[in-house]
């Protein structure tokens, strides 16, 4: 179709006449669809994908001084400490009462669904008593490790609020933190 | 009685309709396509598994990377009054042609002291390089971020009467103790409730 023609034109010696041939209008357009078609894909894909998507996120009020503030059951409050090199420390109930664990970012949300689980259970599936997660972020952590651990609460489906606390980190859990060096 | 011949037909099939037709969409889907918006501040974003698109209007992104802090409020007639109101704050008096030229600059982080010379450069490349973007100071003496964010919450409510929302947009690898003090910021504006943006996880996620 449209092959380049290479014969013609002084091919034959001799011969007087020189014909010229015609040559076909037709244009092979199987390439040209071929990748407006791939550039078709691409767009489409990519308008649909690259819209930025918002986690939203509410710190408790610090000036509300509320004096009726719910108190917390230590039975069902977890309590994850984010450290430096992307390691978390958590524990169950009360500070210093309990020795935190220290995982890695893969291995939390295993923690946090046993954590749940053994909280369920505990208060035979009350809705109300599910358990409660407290984000302690240190000043070791990354913006990236924060928006993880929301992440992971997000993904095991944590209902109650969860309490980002960057104000209290007690001198016990700085402590445990700094001797297994994640602070 | 003879066979009928059947008739060789060409393979070849006209594809010039196809092509027109394609070349429309591809056409129409640059068209569409919002092309992404060069950020002066080299941002990489976490991922995560929400789902819930960031909305475009009424809303003010704080970019945060390598310690700075850079900030845009969307919407034309949001940002020149923001500018009207920040200048008469700070004492500064913009010119109409300084108003219709800040109100289509994007993300910017100049103090407001040079906010005049950064708005008179031609382009964003020029802006880019001119070194003036060292990040909206955010000290507690002189907090032009918070008066950034206040004013704008002010003239969107003024516009549009609703309630301005608050986005961070931080790099991945930023500490966390700088998105705390930009967040105390917030607070202290009483903005409890913001949206971080983040991109949608791939994979097994």
């Known amino acids: ?183 | 009685m003879p066979r009928a011949k059947v008739k060789r037909k060409s393979t070849s099939i006209d594809m010039t309709a196809m092509c027109d037709v394609a070349f429309l969409l591809l056409t129409f889907f640059i068209l569409t396509a919002t092309a992404r918006q060069p950020d002066p501040l080299d941002i990489k974003l976490p991922a995560s598994s929400y789902k819930i698109p960031v909305p475009d209007v009424d809303i003010a992104k704080l970019s945060i990377g390598r310690g700075k802090v850079f900030y845009e409020v969307a919407g034309k007639d949001v940002k020149m009054l923001t500018l009207d109101k920040m200048g008469e704050q700070y004492k500064i008096s913009f010119t109409p042609q300084e108003r219709e030229r800040f109100g289509v600059i994007q993300s910017f982080g100049v103090p407001i002291q040079n906010l005049k010379q950064f708005i008179m450069m031609n382009d964003q490349a020029t802006r880019d390089k001119s070194g003036l973007q060292t990040g909206i100071p955010t000290d507690s003496l002189n907090n032009q971020l918070a008066d950034w964010i206040l004013n704008s919450r002010k003239a969107v409510a003024e516009l549009h009467s609703t309630a301005m929302r608050v986005s961070i947009k931080g790099d991945a690898k930023e500490e966390y103790p700088v998105i705390k003090k930009i967040v105390d910021i917030l607070q202290k504006q009483k903005i409890n409730k913001f949206s971080l943006i983040t991109t949608a996880a791939g994979g097994a996620k």
């Open chain 1, 1 to 183: 179709m449209a092959e380049l023609d290479t014969s013609s034109g002084g091919g034959k010696k001799g011969s007087g006449k020189v014909r010229s041939k015609k040559a076909s209008t037709k244009v092979d357009l199987t390439a040209m669809v071929d990748l407006a078609f791939l550039l078709i894909t691409f767009f489409m894909l990519t308008t649909s994908l690259s819209k930025p998507i918002a986690m939203d996120i509410a710190k408790p009020d610090k000036d509300v001084k509320d004096e009726n503030r719910l108190e917390l059951r230590a039975s069902q409050t977890m309590t994850i400490l984010l450290g430096k090199n992307n390691k978390v420390a958590w524990y169950m109930g009360e500070a210093g009462k309990s020795q935190p664990n220290i995982e890695g970012y893969g291995d939390i949300r295993k923690s946090i669904l046993a954590n749940k689980k053994k909280v369920a259970d505990m208060n035979n599936n009350d809705p109300k008593k599910t358990l409660v997660v407290v984000i302690k972020p240190t000043s070791g952590a990354s913006y990236e490790n924060f928006v993880n651990i929301m992440d992971e609460l997000n993904i095991t489906k944590i209902t109650a609020a969860p309490a980002i606390d960057d104000e209290n980190i007690t001198d016990a859990e700085k402590d445990f933190m700094k001797k297994n060096g994640i602070l």
